[in-house]
């Protein structure tokens, strides 16, 4: 891709602006993917923890769709990549999703229920 994570093919949706004279707040607009928690469980606490970290380094946008159970945040710049990719796997021991033909969803049990 035209942009990522150094190490990963994939979890980036590299998004630039044509145009970017035009429209400058979304001269950089990328996409990624974070791939669910073990068993496709979500916390309130973990929602709250992504949604902070994505408002921190991201538009704040998201969007939740599909069967994967990845979550899409949408709109970040290049140099903020990094910084999320550090934030997301070393303080909240989440990882990208979307790891290209690799890996695709992995979901493991959580436990007795």
Not at 4 to 14: E, L, M, N, R, S
Not at 18 to 34: L, S
Not at 35 to 46: F, G, I, L, R
Request: aromatic share 10%; proline share 4%; net charge negative.
């Amino acid at each position: 891709g035209i942009v990522g994570v150094f190490g990963y093919g994939g979890g980036i949706v590299g998004r630039y602006a044509d145009v970017p004279e035009q429209f400058p707040g979304v001269e950089h607009f990328h996409t990624v993917r974070v791939a669910q928690p073990s068993s496709k469980y979500y916390s309130t606490e973990n929602l709250r923890k992504l949604m902070d970290l994505w408002e921190k380094h991201g538009s704040g946008m998201t969007n939740f769709h599909g069967s994967t159970g990845v979550i899409i945040l949408l709109g970040t710049r290049t140099e903020n990549l990094e910084p999320f990719f550090w934030d997301l796997t070393h303080d909240m021991g989440q990882d990208l999703g979307g790891s290209g033909s690799n890996l695709r969803t992995p979901a493991n049990c959580i436990g007795q229920s």
